[in-house]
């Protein structure tokens, strides 16, 4: 089993930067045999089916449309934690982050929110104007 835990939300003005982290714990896995993702849901709104970013066990990440140029995901398995490095936000970034583990191996199936495992509890994310 995996738990995971994220950490570093919290409230920004636009245009300004925030660093999330997820980190596992558990037993019964290795953590850089997993491949990791986070995902967002905003007030009032269904959970996104797509993640926000993704980054495949072996290092190669994918980004959506939405964040692609402000965002960085990466991770350090030494530390079994996942980031999530968020610049230039906008009031349309406020939502609550997840972060989230799958032991696929496929890359492309990984955008999917279905072939994730393991979900942490979240993490708020809220961006004024």
């Known amino acids: 089993q995996v738990q995971l835990v994220e950490s570093g939300g919290g409230s920004v003005q636009a245009g300004g930067s925030l660093r999330l982290a997820c980190t596992a714990s558990?037993?019964?896995?290795?953590?850089?045999?997993?491949?990791m993702a986070w995902f967002r849901q905003a007030q009032g709104k269904e959970h996104e089916g797509v993640a926000l970013?993704?980054?495949?066990?072996?290092?190669?990440?994918m980004y959506g449309d939405s964040v692609k140029g402000r965002f960085t995901i990466s991770r350090d398995n030494s530390k079994n934690t996942l980031f999530l490095q968020m610049n230039s936000l906008k009031p349309e970034d406020t939502a609550i982050y997840y972060c989230?583990?799958?032991?696929?191996?496929?890359?492309?199936?990984?955008?999917?929110?279905?072939?994730?495992?393991?979900w942490g509890q979240g993490t708020q994310v809220t961006v004024s104007s």
């Open positions: 970013a993704f980054i495949h066990r072996d290092g190669r990440t």
């Open positions: 558990g037993s019964g896995y290795t953590y850089s045999m997993l491949s």
């Open positions: 989230a583990a799958a032991e696929s191996e496929r890359f492309w199936s990984l955008i999917s929110r279905t072939e994730y495992k393991y």
